[in-house]
Every structure is written in structure tokens, then in C-alpha cells.
């Protein structure tokens, strides 16, 4: 029978004191120990941020004008840093930072954008599409094992397992697997400069029936179809397996979940 703190305090003293157990009453009985949710070993866990820091860096540089969307609170937040949590060991972090890199290299390129968004369209050439669609699929399932209130919209459901799969394993081909992905380039309304200082959190949304997650930053909003189905959308705008993508040009509140939120924010 376990030695519970009660049955102690009612046990009579002992003359021989020393034998008597201490309990230090500042500690919790039982001490949970942190626990890496990729690799499961008890380790000493990171600052593991959901989406990466780079992504936060353009709210960093001119506050005045950072809008950061809680997904689940339907507001806007300040904050001074990336949303984090302690998740993942060091060498787990590392796990993730190599999915990471590709995608700051490539889309935090300020000569990869137009200055001023007067089309319809942008079409983006010379992507990694595996390395955009893995590092899309990374934060989905980071933020399917965090635990705070910003996240808890996601829960991937059986595909968590299949989607780690993908990310350990490494998969090459983006049309066997059913995660189709689309992209949206963000303007600002007014200016129709790019709306590079808007960060949204993994928002769980549904198109034509389809389960589909969207999350912002950079002045990009991607949109990635968790569903065995096809995806409802038109396949000439899906991030293929070539390296291109047709990225329709929307002002920042038009896409439905960010405009939901700006909208909730502004009342
Ligand atoms: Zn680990």
C-alpha cells in the first residue's frame, strides 16, 4: 500500500526519530517527470515554438503594427515572443529545426515577393514542394501535441500518426499522400503591400465539406487539407510536385478564418 501523506501524519511517533520518513510539504507528492513528445524519453525539455521565431520576426521589428490571432480565443494577443512550450528534448528540437530551415530560407526572401500586390494571382517558382509541405505538416502536428488554449483547436485525429510517418520518413511524392496544400498571398487593404505582420495559429476550418487547417506568417496563408479526399479546390492553385504554386492575392481579412477573427477582434 502506498505511503500516503495522511496515513503518516496519524501514525504515532516514533522514539527512534531518525527512522521516521521526512516529508517535505513545498514538494508535490509525486513530481511529474517531463516527458519528450516525439522521442518519449524523460528528458530536460526546450523552448519549442509551434510556428518558429523567424516567423514572429517582422511583428518584432515594428510592434505598432503586429496583429498576432488566437485561434482559440478569437482575439488578438500581444506577445513579446513566439508562442512556445516545453515539448521536446534537444536533440528532438533539432528534429524539427531541420524542416524548419528550408522553409526560412526560401520564403523569408524579401526578393521572392512583389512590393505591391496589384494581381490576381502570384505564381512562385523553384520551391521545395516537400520541404513546404513537411515543414506545413510539422507545425500541424506540433501543435497537435502542445497543450495551451492557442492550439487546442487542432487534434489530427488518426492522421497524427501517418503525418509523423511522413516527417521521419520523408515521403517525395505530394500527390500520393493526402495532404494537398494551396497558398494565398496576404495584402494589406489599404497600402496592398504584403501583409507580412500577421501571424494566425493553425486554424481548423472546413471547405465544401473538407477538414482543412489554415495558418499565416510572412504574408502568406497556407491551407492544408487533412482528408483522403480530393481536395475541393482547383488543382491548377495546389502546391505540386514540380515546385510551383499559383498563390491567389487576397486582402488579409478576406480569408474566411483571419477574417473571422479580425472581425471578432474589431468588436
Ligand atoms: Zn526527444
Avoid at 55 to 72: H, K
Avoid at 179 to 189: N, Q, W
Wanted: include cysteine; glycine fraction near 4%; aromatic fraction near 8%.
Amino acid at each position: 500500500m502506498p505511503t500516503s501523506r495522511s496515513s503518516f501524519e496519524f501514525r504515532p511517533r516514533s522514539h527512534h526519530t531518525n527512522s521516521v520518513p521526512r516529508i517535505d510539504t513545498q514538494r508535490p507528492i509525486r513530481e511529474s517527470v517531463p516527458t519528450c513528445r516525439l522521442c518519449c524519453e524523460e528528458k530536460e525539455l526546450c523552448r519549442s515554438h509551434i510556428i518558429p521565431e523567424w516567423a514572429y520576426r517582422p511583428i518584432y521589428d515594428e510592434r505598432s503594427r503586429a496583429i498576432v490571432l488566437d485561434s482559440e480565443k478569437r482575439r488578438a494577443r500581444k506577445i513579446q515572443q513566439g508562442a512556445w512550450e516545453r515539448l521536446f528534448c534537444a536533440s528532438c528540437e533539432q528534429f524539427f529545426n531541420r524542416l524548419d530551415q528550408p522553409m526560412h530560407r526560401f520564403w523569408s526572401d524579401p526578393s521572392r515577393r512583389p512590393d505591391h500586390l496589384n494581381k490576381a494571382c502570384v505564381e512562385v517558382q523553384g520551391i521545395d514542394p516537400v520541404a513546404t509541405r513537411d515543414f506545413l505538416l510539422s507545425v500541424l502536428w506540433r501543435a497537435h501535441v502542445a497543450r495551451g488554449h492557442a492550439f487546442s483547436a487542432v487534434d489530427l485525429g488518426p492522421h497524427s500518426d501517418r503525418i509523423l510517418a511522413i516527417l521521419r520518413n520523408g515521403s517525395e511524392n505530394l500527390t500520393r499522400d493526402p495532404y494537398a496544400v494551396f497558398g494565398y498571398v496576404l495584402r494589406e487593404p489599404q497600402t496592398t503591400d504584403v501583409a507580412d505582420r500577421l501571424v494566425l495559429t493553425p486554424v481548423k476550418t472546413r471547405t465544401a465539406g473538407q477538414w482543412n487547417y489554415v495558418m499565416a506568417f510572412l504574408g502568406y496563408a497556407w491551407q492544408v487539407f487533412v482528408s483522403r479526399e480530393a481536395p475541393p479546390l482547383p488543382d491548377s492553385c495546389r502546391l505540386k510536385q514540380t515546385g510551383s504554386i499559383v498563390m491567389p492575392v487576397i486582402d488579409r481579412d478576406e480569408l474566411a478564418p483571419i477574417g473571422v477573427l479580425l472581425k471578432a477582434r474589431a468588436e
